[in-house]
């Protein structure tokens, strides 16, 4: 059996540009801004499948059980795609711990762009963003622990990133405290001091909730407590006056 070609269908053949010809011309074409923003997405997914890797692995073997070989497997990646993103297995650490502090820090913007006008917002606005990391870290408490338990005993890099973290949430809270004494909706206190208390208090009765020593609290009334001690001390709400009035 013999095939033939008509003149018409060999110019045809010669004149139209296959599909995957085109296909490579325009990705040549593809704006290189374009080609940037879609390789950088790449690049941060896999960034995050071996960060998502490490927490698994770290919460089942501790610290310094993992090994880097057990990431890479759990992620489905290779060593060399590894150190491209990490130095090392105390880098990846530090990452995963940077990456919950910025998740943490992002449930205040909502508060931080809508400063509070007076005692009853500034209240409001406090337990949704309590609950909101609350319910982010009860999500990740196994790796929360980890942080807590071990980190002190990685370095002395990460004892420095867990004392910013304090530190960077002592000092959200005494912007917040010094704009409510600014608005006249707070008594004048040493804005430095009670902000390192209150930091101080939420971290201690946080570990006493996960270790399971106040078995009849729901984490909700927990945070309605701990505000409302933050807010009223021992005093009460006056009758009539609104949460935010103290007798």
Same mark, same amino acid.
């Given at each position: 059996?013999?095939?033939?070609?008509?003149?018409?269908?060999?110019?045809?053949?010669?004149?139209?540009?296959?599909?995957?010809?085109?296909?490579?011309? @325009?990705?040549?074409?593809?704006?290189?801004?374009?080609?940037? +923003?879609?390789?950088?997405?790449?690049?941060? $997914?896999?960034?995050?499948?071996?960060?998502?890797?490490?927490?698994?692995?770290?919460?089942?073997?501790?610290?310094?059980?993992?090994?880097?070989?057990?990431?890479?497997?759990?992620?489905?990646?290779? $060593?060399?795609?590894?150190?491209?993103?990490?130095?090392?297995? +105390?880098?990846?650490?530090?990452?995963?711990?940077?990456?919950?502090?910025?998740?943490?820090?992002?449930?205040?913007?909502?508060?931080?762009?809508?400063?509070?006008?007076?005692?009853?917002?500034?209240?409001?606005?406090?337990?949704?963003?309590?609950?909101?990391?609350?319910?982010?870290?009860?999500?990740?408490?196994?790796?929360?622990?980890?942080?807590?338990?071990?980190?002190?005993?990685?370095?002395?890099?990460?004892?420095?990133?867990?004392?910013?973290?304090?530190?960077?949430? @002592?000092?959200?809270?005494?912007?917040?405290?010094?704009?409510?004494?600014?608005?006249?909706?707070?008594?004048?206190?040493?804005?430095?001091?009670?902000? +390192?208390?209150?930091?101080?208090?939420?971290?201690?009765?946080? +570990? $006493?909730?996960?270790?399971?020593?106040?078995?009849?609290?729901?984490?909700?009334?927990?945070?309605?407590?701990?505000?409302?001690?933050?807010?009223?001390?021992?005093?009460?709400?006056?009758?009539?006056?609104? $949460?935010?009035?103290?007798?």
């Amino acid at each position: 059996m013999t095939f033939s070609l008509s003149s018409d269908s060999i110019k045809t053949r010669l004149t139209r540009p296959s599909v995957s010809f085109i296909h490579i011309v @325009a990705r040549r074409k593809m704006p290189s801004e374009f080609r940037k +923003q879609a390789d950088a997405r790449r690049r941060e $997914q896999r960034r995050e499948a071996l960060l998502d890797a490490a927490a698994a692995v770290f919460v089942r073997r501790g610290y310094h059980g993992a090994l880097v070989s057990e990431i890479v497997s759990e992620a489905g990646a290779g $060593q060399g795609t590894f150190y491209r993103y990490f130095r090392d297995k +105390q880098g990846i650490f530090e990452a995963l711990f940077d990456r919950f502090v910025a998740s943490v820090f992002a449930e205040f913007s909502e508060m931080s762009a809508n400063l509070p006008r007076n005692v009853d917002e500034y209240r409001a606005a406090s337990v949704a963003a309590i609950r909101r990391i609350a319910a982010r870290a009860e999500g990740n408490r196994d790796l929360l622990m980890l942080f807590v338990r071990e980190g002190p005993t990685v370095g002395e890099a990460f004892e420095r990133k867990l004392r910013g973290f304090y530190d960077g949430l @002592a000092a959200l809270a005494r912007g917040y405290l010094e704009h409510a004494i600014a608005g006249g909706f707070a008594r004048p206190c040493r804005a430095d001091a009670v902000s +390192q208390a209150l930091v101080g208090m939420a971290f201690w009765m946080a +570990q $006493q909730w996960w270790h399971g020593r106040l078995p009849d609290l729901t984490i909700e009334r927990l945070i309605e407590e701990m505000v409302d001690f933050a807010f009223f001390g021992f005093g009460r709400p006056a009758a009539g006056g609104g $949460q935010g009035a103290v007798r």
